[in-house]
């Protein structure tokens, strides 16, 4: 029985792609394998996550909420990421998320005798997908720190098995009239092997 970590950090109040198409992909998932355990992390629900890392909390700011966040991802064999794209980066929420679990010697080791040279701690072996969405295409804003940017994070802290299901264009003129359903179904083949795979 594997143990599979939903993290679902979604800002839109309606039509949120990567939400619907998580649930979807938690549904196909259960009936492909019926004992694994599932647990839901909604970012949104999180009272540790209300408040960002500022000076003022620095000395306190990892706490035992932060350590319950470590274990959860240490405790998992399959993890989920589900996300929007907020101001061309990945969502506030998750951001935070993040500041909590991204600690020297518990998720990383930092070595500065080189680029690169820093450790993972958290075991590679774990599969992760990603399911993102963003309103505009992938390639319109370069500098949009969205997927890379979180697939590197997880590289950073060890997790190396990443798959990425992209939603983009959501916003665009081809895609604003559309139902979410209909967003979904541009790309439900790479959802259906993506499922399969995980
Ligand atoms: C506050 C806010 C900021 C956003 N910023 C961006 C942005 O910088 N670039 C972009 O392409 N889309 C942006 N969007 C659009 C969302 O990325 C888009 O609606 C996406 O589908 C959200 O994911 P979801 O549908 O899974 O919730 C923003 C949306 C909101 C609500």
């Known amino acids: 029985m594997k143990k599979v970590l939903v993290i679902e950090a979604h800002l839109s109040k309606t039509f949120s792609v990567s939400e619907y198409a998580t649930k979807l992909f938690l549904e196909k998932y259960k009936k492909l394998n019926p004992n694994d355990e599932i647990v839901e992390l909604n970012l ?46 990945i969502s506030p929420l998750l951001k935070n998320f993040l500041d909590n679990i991204l600690q020297a010697n ?31 295409y992938k390639d ?32 665009t003129n081809e895609q604003k009239d559309l139902s979410v359903e209909e967003k979904f179904k541009l790309k439900e083949k790479e959802f259906n092997e993506l499922v399969i795979k995980f």
């Open 44 to 89: 949104n629900e999180e009272k540790k996550l209300e408040t960002i890392l500022n000076i003022k909390n620095f000395d306190y700011f990892w706490n035992e909420e932060s350590q319950r966040y470590i274990d959860l991802i240490n405790s998992s064999d399959k993890i989920i990421i589900s996300t929007g794209m907020i101001n061309f980066t």
């Open 106 to 136: 518990k998720t990383f080791k930092y070595k500065y005798d080189g680029k690169g040279t820093s450790v993972g701690l958290v075991d590679s072996n774990k599969k992760v997908q990603l399911i993102m969405a963003q309103g505009s």
């Open 140 to 171: 319109w804003y370069k500098f949009s720190a969205f997927d890379d940017y979180l697939k590197e994070v997880l590289h950073f802290i060890g997790l190396k098995n990443i798959e990425l299901l992209l939603f983009d264009g959501t916003k």
